[in-house]
């Protein structure tokens, strides 16, 4: 009977921090369930010039040229390989150099970022500084170097 | 057996209601400032269990919206006394699995925010681990409490 009240008590405050968290946050919820939130957490409202896009949409852009690839991952990494044409802004060494702020792109133009896939976080990380930044059109490409490498679309290894 | 062997253990060290009101204060006021802190940014703390790289997308998402809500509830029930053995069992199961990703973020080397404490969070290192097991001692202690004056009483 003690161990019958026991697990009801732990349900009831379970329940209690279920009922209180989806309702407060219940805008957040309906946005999951109409398509936010699956590849990052930011709120697209919040960040509008921030745009989630997949493989197929970057290799337009490559293609067509149209935009700057932002590679957000180490100096090191980058070295052993990244898209053709990128450039490395290595989100965690700038952010503790206090680096980022000296980064200077045109608001018009298009950037991708990516870094290592949907595992990664400096992408979205970076695209939220160029947010503030005032860039007007940031995509940033989820599936990443991993995606990218694996499609065998084009790479270059220089160092 | 191995409850009342547990229960003996921990009832050398709380049969002193002062130092369990301690606990409760200590353990109960670390996890209300806690949840709260996360709870003022649930996309920060969505983000900060993701980057632990063990929960899919959906999973971190729903646990950083309804976690916090429960160790503040937790946290209070601890210092005012209510459902006090409940709250110190979740939490400290809670603690327990903190600790495993813990210390499962630092063998494979990746380095992040430990997302403890929304935007206040430090890194995931050593000393974190001795923070959470230091409460899990005391959340463990309440817990046990319970337990041991109910042998005791037998």
């Known amino acids: ?159 | 057996m191995e409850r009342r062997r547990a229960s003996c253990i921990f009832g050398k060290m709380i049969r002193n209601k002062y130092i369990l009101i301690a606990f409760r204060l200590v353990v109960g006021g670390v996890f209300i400032w806690a949840g709260v802190s996360k709870i003022i940014d649930p996309l920060e703390f969505a983000q900060n269990i993701a980057n632990y790289r063990v929960f899919p997308a959906g999973i971190s998402f729903f646990v950083a919206l309804v976690l916090p809500w429960i160790e503040v509830i937790c946290g209070v029930f601890l210092i005012l006394g209510i459902f006090r053995y409940a709250s110190a069992l979740l939490l400290s199961g809670f603690l327990a699995v903190f600790l495993v990703l813990i210390t499962a973020t630092i063998i494979r080397g990746i380095d992040i925010d430990c997302g403890c404490f929304g935007s206040l969070s430090t890194k995931v290192d050593y000393k974190l681990i001795l923070e959470d097991s230091i409460l899990l001692f005391f959340s463990l202690n309440i817990y046990f409490s319970h337990k041991s004056v109910r042998v005791k009483s037998k």
């Not at chain 1, 206090?98 to 792109?105: G, N, P, T, V, Y």
């Not at chain 1, 503030?132 to 059109?137: E, I, Q």
């Open chain 1, 1 to 159: 009977m003690a161990l019958k009240n026991f697990l009801l008590q732990i349900a009831f405050i379970l329940f209690l921090g279920l009922i209180i968290g989806l309702g407060i946050n219940f805008s957040l919820v309906q946005k999951y369930f109409l398509g936010d939130f699956r590849f990052g957490f930011i709120s697209l409202d919040e960040y509008s010039s921030i745009m989630f896009i997949t493989l197929g949409e970057a290799e337009e852009l490559f293609l067509e040229r149209d935009a700057l690839f932002i590679d957000s991952r180490s100096k090191e990494a980058f070295q052993e390989g990244h898209i053709l044409g990128a450039v490395n802004i290595p989100f965690e060494e700038y952010k503790k150099e206090k680096a980022l702020d000296l980064i200077f792109l045109p608001p018009e133009g298009t950037v991708v970022i990516y870094c290592d896939g949907s595992e990664c976080n400096s992408s979205v990380e970076l695209a939220k500084v160029f947010h503030k930044k005032g860039l007007l059109d940031i995509r940033i490409f989820f599936g990443g170097w991993i995606e990218w490498k694996g499609e065998g679309l084009p790479v270059s290894l220089e160092k």
